[in-house]
């Protein structure tokens, strides 16, 4: 367990993370409404690692950066009107899917991509400086999201490699998420952090998923 609270030594142990992950290690660190799993997105040990651990889920895994132009290494033919939503709500609870490099060497084989940059400054200063990381959420299928070290300790302390401990966090809205694949139509999946209403003042052609 790595205690991130004090900001005189959370770099240290952030940068031990970093070096860790880039091995192939797992990490679970706070996200900002619960604990997350991650690892480093180009590894596949550690890609392979947390689809074990999450039971080989069909479930695609999602993409932290720390800063929106590191979206451009990882996907192509972004949208001027995600960029723009980028802009206004990272780092934020938004996800863009966008498509996905088709030059990349990484695990992560799919056409689509769900991005999404942290805030919570403990994850957002790991992304910055890991880079791409993959990640999903930290409890088991059917379980309760993790909001503590002892949520963490009753569920998978033996099969996670590093625990980057900020306290407790509160659990609440998943963040909204556009689909962003469309060069010309924007169009929301998922309700959540960020108001529909909010989204339409920067993206007046959003669409609804059931439109």
């Known amino acids: 367990m790595l205690d991130c609270s004090d900001l005189q030594t959370r770099p240290k142990r952030i940068g031990s993370a ?19 799993l991650i690892c480093d997105a180009f590894s596949q040990q ?11 889920s069909k479930q695609p895994l999602s993409v932290l950066v720390g800063r929106p ?3 451009d290494g ?8 995600a960029r723009d939503l980028m802009s206004a709500f990272w780092p934020g ?18 056409p689509g991509l769900a991005v999404r940059m942290p805030l919570h400054p403990v994850m957002l200063e790991l992304t910055r400086e890991l880079g791409p990381t993959a990640a999903t959420s930290a409890n088991p ?7 503590s070290h002892q949520d963490f300790e009753e569920l998978l ?4 490699d590093i625990f980057l401990d900020a306290g407790p966090v509160s659990v609440g809205e998943r963040s909204t998420v556009v689909d962003a694949t469309n060069q010309d139509l924007p169009v929301l999946k998922r309700t959540g952090g960020i108001s529909v209403e909010a989204l339409a003042e920067v993206c007046p052609e959003l669409g609804q998923a059931d439109d």
């Open 157 to 160: 302390t033996d099969e996670v």
């Open 46 to 56: 550690g890609v392979d690692a947390v689809r074990d651990l999450k039971s080989h």
């Open 141 to 147: 299928p059917g379980s309760n999201p993790i909001s």
């Open 18 to 36: 970093v070096a860790a992950l880039r091995r192939g290690d797992i990490a679970v660190a706070p996200d900002q409404n619960m604990y997350t």
């Open 74 to 81: 990882v996907a192509s033919n972004i949208p001027k009107y």
């Open 93 to 110: 609870p938004l996800t863009l899917l966008l498509r996905q490099q088709p030059s990349l060497m990484w695990p992560l084989r799919a």
């Open 69 to 71: 132009v590191a979206v």
